[in-house]
């Protein structure tokens, strides 16, 4: 009787199914799911119905335009994470070198999250074979270090190519903690510049805050240009302007602004960056542990 019951709950599927499943969820459909796992579409379709069929479970609703996770599709995708998870782990464990290795990674300061430190102390923690090396800067100033061979890794916005998207993160304008009248964000100012608070160029937000600001017909001018984030916000906390950050990069004390004069603003992208000649034994664990730690 005790072997019956063990045989009947057994979990027998193989880790690629597990994949297609978290795709499909993760890449919002089918096809842009079998290009991440590199299997055809209908090789995926099939692979999540036999994973349906033996849990004798509706993991996924699908439409000809959509996919949706059902109630109890959530509840396993936790578990089917979590067994990817130890999986790479179990991989790594046994073809890691076993001595020190270094990985240097190179972050857009825009683009680094705040819960940064931790996600490093985190990493270090479980391979502690791996030292890291940090450079933070602009990204359009990192990828001369990749290409010299100084950098494995960058983290940055669309500057280059080749990258891979890792995700989307929402531009946004942000002010001072407190509004004071007269300042960018209330409705009855539109006709008067708005003072602007930017980085130097070659920074994509800028020339993005430029052209959605005169695409609505609202008058600015520069009032500061900073050389970094955080000297962006400090101007900002000082009342010299307002400027366009990514969604992340809006520390706590700061506002993030909307009236009729402020224009919607497009999404930006993050992307990872190697040199394709060149591998490192942790640098996807490193972006497994960097995309977990922003999907929590």
Same mark, same amino acid.
């Not at 459909?29 to 079998?34: D, H, L, Q, T, V």
């Given at each position: 009787m005790r072997e019956a019951n063990r045989t009947e709950f057994q979990l027998d599927v193989d880790l @690629? %199914?597990? /994949?297609? &499943?978290?795709?499909?969820?993760?890449?919002?459909?089918?096809? !842009?799911? !079998?290009k991440r796992v590199n299997r $055809?579409?209908? !090789?995926?379709? @099939?692979?999540?119905a036999k994973l349906e069929d033996r849990l004798n479970t509706k993991l996924l609703e699908r439409t000809s335009r959509s996919v949706s996770v059902t109630p109890a599709g959530e509840i396993f995708l936790s578990y089917a994470r979590r067994i990817l998870e130890l999986s790479d782990e179990a991989l790594l464990a046994v073809s890691a070198p076993e001595e020190k290795t270094l990985l240097r990674v190179g972050f857009a300061e825009y683009l680094a999250p705040r819960h940064l430190p931790n996600l490093l102390a985190t990493f270090r923690r479980a391979h502690p074979n791996c030292e890291l090396s940090l450079v933070l800067g602009m990204g359009v100033d990192l990828f001369p270090s990749m290409d010299e061979g100084k950098l494995d890794l960058v983290f940055a916005g669309p500057e280059a190519d080749n990258g891979t998207l890792l995700w989307e993160e929402e531009l946004v304008w942000t002010g001072p903690g407190e509004e004071k009248d007269g300042e960018a964000g209330s409705e009855e100012n539109g006709a008067d510049p708005i003072d602007l608070v930017l980085m130097h160029p070659p920074?994509?937000? /800028?020339q993005i805050a430029f052209d959605s600001l005169t695409s609505v017909g609202q008058p600015w001018k520069m009032s500061i240009e900073a050389n970094s984030v955080q000297a962006v916000q400090s !101007?900002? /906390?000082?009342? &010299?302007?307002? %400027?366009? @950050? +990514?969604?992340?990069a809006v520390a706590e004390?700061? $506002?993030f602004l909307s009236g009729n004069? &402020? +224009?919607?603003l497009p999404n930006t992208s993050v992307m990872c960056y190697q040199r394709p000649d060149q591998s490192h034994p942790y640098a996807q664990r490193f972006i497994d542990y960097l995309m977990s730690s922003v999907e929590a």
């Open positions: @690629l %199914s597990l /994949r297609s &499943l978290v795709a499909v969820v993760e890449e919002g459909g089918f096809s !842009a799911a !079998a $055809t579409q209908s !090789a995926i379709s @099939l692979q999540v920074c994509s937000y /800028r !101007a900002i /906390r000082a009342g &010299l302007g307002v %400027s366009v @950050l +990514p969604c992340s004390d700061l $506002t004069e &402020l +224009p919607d």
